[in-house]
RNA sequence: GGAGAGAUGGCAGAGUGGUCGAAUGCGGUGGUCUUGAAAACCAUUGUACAGCAAUGUACCGGGGGUUCGAAUCCCUCUCUCUCCGCCA
């Protein structure tokens, strides 16, 4: 959510720039400012009137305790009258604030300067290709028949138990699984990331902090009885542990490994084969509350960081920064992350790193204290290090081999074993 | 699930109708003292909105009500704690 502030600061260079993602802020943007401008006006009378009549309350205290009985009841007259006209401004403004919060929420983030126009994700731009497009031998496979042929995974097992997209991780499978969990939580740690292990299940409120609720709600699971939402990233939990939270000292670094709830309603078809598009999925998330001064380098060391993690999988990758149409609502930058899949010869992706400046700062009231102790909102940035089921589809398709699956160098101390065969 | 207690500033904790944005202690910040530090002492120390400012308004878990006036009384919701039950 953007600061009302800020809107009527820059609300030329706003609309010019929410053009690149597309989006047409001229009619909400005046529309706010409108309804904020009459929002001040009867904040202005209705706190005059209530001054007036904490006044009166006060001067009726005074002629009561001197035994002035009728003056005091004059008085009384008096403050009731000016009760009742307060209490219609107050209603307005109270209505005018919840307005002016419905349109906020519905204007995206200001893309940063660099973002380029562009329709989709077609229009992205690669910044880097690392790493070999792997020649893979005669007959490879997809995972989704590697991962059967191995007996790592049975899709058949979870669409009995659950449903499609709930897949059962089995032996070898699951211990890779479990490997590659570890091992991005030891690389975050070892960067410094604080790691933790947050509830599945957040409420309402933490929807709102992160932006998912109300604009999307039909992707959370939705548990009513509880009025509880099953997370469809850790994003939600870990960045709304600072919701309202005024904080001392920069950077702070999380890391946290979740499942992930998505319903992805409407997906099918081949797109979303295997382990391609899932309903549960495992994903360890990198989260940073930084000095908006210090945000967009931060964003830089993130990317190297992922990227680090990549190139100790010897997975070819490739690194996108996202085109305004591509960009999510809430993000002001953002870099994507794709492995090579050889076995379906098509890039995946793996992870995605934003930096959402005070967009959600602004809804989670995350802030600090500037040189002059005046409060300011705090930039965040998040990033998968990383999703599990795309690098485990690439992991094992672009690794077969006529012997067996070969299992990179870095998993081994987690796996325990360097080859499935 | 049953019974009871509670929710106050960064923390602890007082406050049952007016002079309470709120005692006191701890913590934080600034200063005095000191070669330096500690201790001691003094001062200061919530957030948001409106305003150039002076200042005004709102907030004592959330919402509503009574009253001229509510942290304080009433209703309601949420959460926490204790005991019992159940249970990994």
């Known amino acids: 959510m953007l600061h009302i ?29 409108f309804k904020d401008d009459e929002r001040k006006v009867t904040q202005q009378k209705a706190d005059e009137l209530l001054s007036k009549a904490n006044q009166l309350a006060k001067q009726i205290g005074e002629l009561y305790k001197t035994g002035k009985v009728a003056e005091a009841n004059i008085l009384k007259k008096e403050s009731s009258a000016i009760k009742e006209s307060s209490k219609t401004l107050q209603t307005k403004q ?10 906020l929420v519905q204007i995206p983030n200001i893309p940063h300067p660099t973002v380029t126009e562009g329709k989709s994700d077609a229009d992205n731009v690669t910044l880097k290709e690392v790493g070999a497009i792997p020649t893979l031998m005669e007959g490879a496979k997809p995972h989704w028949e590697l991962t059967s042929d191995y007996n790592l995974i049975d899709f058949e097992l979870g669409n009995k138990i659950t449903g499609a997209g709930f ?56 548990a009513i009885e509880d009025d509880l939402y099953l997370i469809p990233t850790a994003e939600v939990p870990v960045t709304n542990f600072f919701r309202d939270v005024i904080v001392k000292e920069f950077p702070i670094k999380c890391t946290a490994y979740t499942p992930c709830f998505r319903r992805e309603a409407g997906s099918y078809g081949k797109e979303v084969r295997g382990l391609n598009r899932l309903h549960q ?21 993130m990317v190297q960081h992922v990227a680090s993690i990549l190139d100790e999988l010897e997975l070819p990758y490739r690194i996108l920064k996202l085109c305004g ?30 930096n959402f400046e005070s967009y959600q700062a602004n809804r989670l009231k995350l802030r600090y204290k500037d040189d002059n102790g005046k409060t300011q909102l705090c930039h965040t940035l998040n990033g998968s290090a990383l999703a599990l089921p795309r690098i485990y589809a690439a992991l094992i398709e672009n690794n077969q081999t006529a012997k067996g699956i ?14 499935i065969k």
């Open 5 to 33: 502030n800020k809107i009527r600061d820059n609300r030329d260079s706003y609309i010019e720039q929410l053009k690149i993602k597309n989006f047409d802020a001229f009619t909400l943007i005046d529309a706010v400012i």
């Open 94 to 103: 109270g209505e005018l604030e919840k307005k002016i919060q419905d349109i």
């Open 167 to 222: 897949p059962v991780y089995v032996n070898k499978g699951a211990k890779l699984q479990r490997a590659l969990i570890s091992y991005f939580l030891d690389k975050n740690t070892d960067a410094g990331y604080i790691e933790y292990l947050p509830p599945h299940l957040v409420n309402e409120a933490s929807g709102f902090g992160t932006g998912q609720l109300p604009d999307k709600e039909g992707q959370m699971y939705h």
């Open 281 to 301: 999925f495992d994903k360890v998330e990198i989260v940073q509350v930084q000095h908006p001064e210090k945000s967009y380098e931060t964003l830089d060391v």
């Open 325 to 354: 149409g591509d960009l999510s609502f809430t993000a002001a930058l953002t870099f994507d992350f794709e492995v090579y899949s050889a076995g379906q010869e098509r890039w995946l992706e793996v992870s995605s790193v934003s």
């Open 406 to 419: 070969i299992i990179p160098k870095a998993l081994h101390p987690y796996t325990g074993f360097d080859i």
